[in-house]
């Protein structure tokens, strides 16, 4: 007589065991997939970010505050450099033969100085290193002689002002042929500048600018992200 004896495996173990196995196959594969495609984040290649814009006017003056980050050196090379976050201020007046001089309060800080003369756009500037994106508004001061006038810059964006972020993801997607195409495994071949711009309502204007210096252009409508126009140049 056979002193061993046989285990029989029952079927439908065999069967559980085999769903398990492929089960485990199929999650593996998954994760190895999942691992290796990775998603670009354009925003990363954003050279120039203008988040925010504050405006005041009086009857003879106009001031516009940006916060801004932008590479330096600033060129339109496609490659994006360090950037650093700034504070411009732009002044209007009637006259570009006289002396400006701007202060202005954010939180417990007061910032300002002189105004430099651009004889270009015939309009005064000022920029100091300071993020200001997340401010309402900005309390300013501007001396001329003996004359101090109050201005308070006010931001234009509202709640319905979608993020610079978003407006870039979502141009990506509506574009995607451009982007797939600048995009390879190293990344995205090519800068982008975002800017908010003001005229009677918020819009963004995109720049995507490949290797060779072209640029794709688009404006962008700031609530609903739409393409209202482009341009190749």
């Known amino acids: 007589m056979n002193n061993f004896s046989r285990t029989k495996t029952h079927p439908q ?4 065991s085999w769903i398990a196995t492929c089960y485990l196959l199929i999650l593996l594969f998954l994760c190895i997939f999942c691992s290796c495609k990775t998603q670009t984040n354009y925003f990363d290649y954003v050279s120039e970010l203008r988040s925010n814009i504050f405006i005041a006017n009086t009857e003879e003056l106009s001031l516009r505050i940006y916060a801004v980050e932008k590479e330096n050196p600033y060129l339109s090379d496609g490659i994006k450099q360090e950037t650093a976050t700034r504070a411009e201020v732009y002044l209007t007046a009637p006259e570009g033969n ?7 309060t954010i939180g417990e800080n007061t910032y300002g100085g002189d105004m430099s003369f651009d004889n270009v756009k015939t309009e005064y500037y000022y920029a100091c290193t300071l993020d200001i994106s997340n401010e309402k508004s900005i309390p300013c001061k501007i001396q001329c002689g003996d004359t101090v006038m109050e201005m308070n810059a006010t931001s234009v964006r509202t709640e319905t002002t979608l993020s610079a972020k978003y407006v870039l993801e979502n141009l990506a997607t509506e574009e995607a042929e451009l982007f797939t195409a600048m995009t390879d ?3 995205f071949t090519g ?17 995507v600018i490949d290797r060779n210096g072209g640029i794709n252009a688009f404006l962008i409508n700031a609530q609903t992200g739409k393409i209202l126009a482009k341009r190749k140049s």
């Not at 982008?192 to 720049?207: C, H, K, N, T």
């Open 191 to 207: 800068e982008i500048y975002l800017r908010l711009i003001y005229e009677d309502a918020p819009y963004y204007y995109v720049g």
């Open 98 to 104: 006289k002396e400006y001089n701007l202060s202005f």
């Open 13 to 16: 173990k065999k069967k559980s």
């Open 185 to 187: 495994k190293y990344g």
